[in-house]
């Protein structure tokens, strides 16, 4: 497993996704309702969490602010959806069974 953690956190940085962390899936046990990795997938182990910065001036802009935003938020979440298809698609490579959750 520790080689499979490596090759994400390779992904990851090759990707330019500077904020990520992996831990224990019960830490969340407490949490509300639908926000538990056991909510989504009974059987979850652990959970990737994964950010990357979006540029200042998308949130300064003085005209088109709107347009502005949800261009950058677009082309971010897809990007971000497509890193995470391939990181389940890996782990469930090694026997595993792996659900992206987007948003």
């Known amino acids: 497993m520790e080689k499979l953690v ?14 990520f962390g992996i831990a224990d899936s019960t830490l969340m046990e ?31 802009s003085k005209q088109r602010i709107n347009e502005t935003y949800w261009r950058a938020a677009n082309i971010y979440y897809r990007n971000l959806d ?13 026997g595993e069974v792996a659900v992206p959750v987007f948003g």
Do not use: W
């Open 30 to 60: 407490k949490e509300a309702r639908n926000y538990r990795g056991s909510d989504i997938l009974a059987s979850a182990k652990s959970i990737l969490c994964m950010g990357m910065p979006v540029p200042k001036g998308v949130f300064h």
């Open 82 to 94: 497509t890193i995470l298809l391939r990181i389940a698609r890996m782990i469930e490579e090694k």
């Open 6 to 19: 490596k090759k994400i956190e390779a992904l990851l940085i090759e990707q330019e996704i500077p904020a």
